[in-house]
């Protein structure tokens, strides 16, 4: 079974610990969601007193599903370049390269990114379904599964660039097979196990 969220009872799951503070890391999970309509957050790495502070992988109201890196008094967003769907499982997956590399994707695929500069700090706060940045907002409403954080710092790779683009070739296969099969860097997993 997946975990259902009802953005109405502002439900989510949540520990006030950072799994990871820093880049390069990966936010992955399989999603349905029930409307289009208002930001919902999938999960997020955040201060939990300070507004505006986080890593962030989420849906847009403009049905994109956006990854987002927020600190210092900015934040920056990459957007995949096709929309989700309402009332079907796909998969989500936001990788933060370096503070100017960030991706996006979903199921596999149609990547947006972006490279503008912002580097949260202070994180402590690990959240699945609820944006937890200096409190509580943008609620999920459906369901969540699958979800991981990996730590791309001991993947393959020269720079922490080729460490996400290795990562991105496993994508499919991760989207296929879980998490549980790609234990390499992950710190974080919630199977949240998906029969519907």
């Known amino acids: 079974m ?3 969220f009802d953005d ?3 439900e989510y799951l949540e520990i006030n610990q950072a ?3 820093g880049t390069p890391l990966a936010m992955v999970c399989l999603f349905n969601t029930d409307e289009l309509d208002n930001i919902k957050t999938l999960m997020c790495i955040s201060d939990k007193d300070i507004s505006d502070v986080s890593f962030w992988l989420a849906l847009h109201s403009n049905d994109t599903v956006f990854c987002g890196t927020e600190g210092g008094g900015v934040g920056y967003y990459a957007y995949t370049t096709s929309d989700y769907s309402a009332d079907t499982w796909q998969h989500a997956c936001g990788i933060f390269a ?11 695929g149609n990547k947006g990114t972006n490279a503008d500069a912002a580097t949260p700090a202070g994180l402590d706060r690990t959240s699945i ?3 937890g940045s200096g409190g509580h907002s943008y609620y999920m409403s459906g369901k969540i599964a699958e979800a ?3 730590d791309l710092s001991v993947w393959p790779g020269a720079t922490a660039a080729d460490k996400a683009d290795n990562f991105e070739k496993i994508l ?4 296929k097979y879980t998490p549980s099969a790609y234990p390499l860097g992950r710190v974080a997993y919630w199977d949240l196990v998906r029969n519907d």
């Open 129 to 131: 379904g609820v944006w």
């Open 19 to 21: 799994v990871l503070s």
């Open 2 to 4: 997946s975990r259902l």
């Open 148 to 150: 991981a954080i990996y």
């Open 98 to 108: 370096s503070a100017t590399d960030r991706r996006v994707l979903i199921d596999g």
């Open 172 to 175: 499919l296969s991760l989207i």
């Open 8 to 10: 109405a009872q502002s």
